[in-house]
């Protein structure tokens, strides 16, 4: 029993690993879709549009799948008409940082949208006054002010995204859910209940993370929202 759940908790660090690479892929293509749409220029507002809503509107199994096969396939066929046998291998912690990101992207691009317009509009053209540049006014003016109401909603995307790393498992990437499935496999007929006791400590283990995250986004909340009035209900 103890050497299965060793073997779990190994997994956790490629769990970790694999949630935070792919939060920073979701916030800079979320910072980068949410100027997209709230750009000047039609062409952008499409793209931004385009990615937010399509990324969203299939399920991120779809995308897991699609995105590491047919990814694969492709870079195959790609190197035979080049003359080469195969092409190089995709590596499955890349290739799940990359797709968990690039599909919470989308929904970060919301999240960085409406916190931007929820800062007054005024605060930017004060900047622009003084003669700042529009990226100045933005990382000095903007962007501090834009945290404290993006944070809620980041918050959420952040525990959905940890819950979705569990997708990397089909890929064969030995995550927490990967491992503890091959954990109850292999202990079937020497522990009584193997794969329900090796299932829940990953839910466990899932649960510790997002609690942990919970407290740290709570008081990161909290400090932004020093000095703001709230409203009494």
Sequence with gaps: ?????????????????VSLGALIVAALLGLAGAAAKLSHLKWLNWVGDIYSTVIRGVPDLVWMLLLYF?????????????????????????????????????????????????????????GWAFGMSRFYTFRRMVLPQMVRFALPSFTNNWLVLLKATALVSVIGLADITNLSKQAGAAARGQIPGAAIIFMAFAGLLYLLITSISLLLLRHAEKRYSVGVKRGDF
């Design 1 to 17: 029993m103890t050497t299965y759940l060793l073997s779990i908790l190994q997994g956790l660090l490629v769990t970790i690993g």
């Design 70 to 126: 047919g990814g694969q396939i492709l870079v195959n066929d790609i190197a035979e008409a080049l003359g080469f046998r195969s092409g190089p291998q995709i590596n499955p912690f890349v290739a799940g940082v990359l797709t968990i990101g690039f599909v919470y992207g989308a929904y970060m691009t919301e999240t960085f949208r409406g916190a931007i317009m929820s800062v007054p509009k005024g605060q930017s053209e004060a």
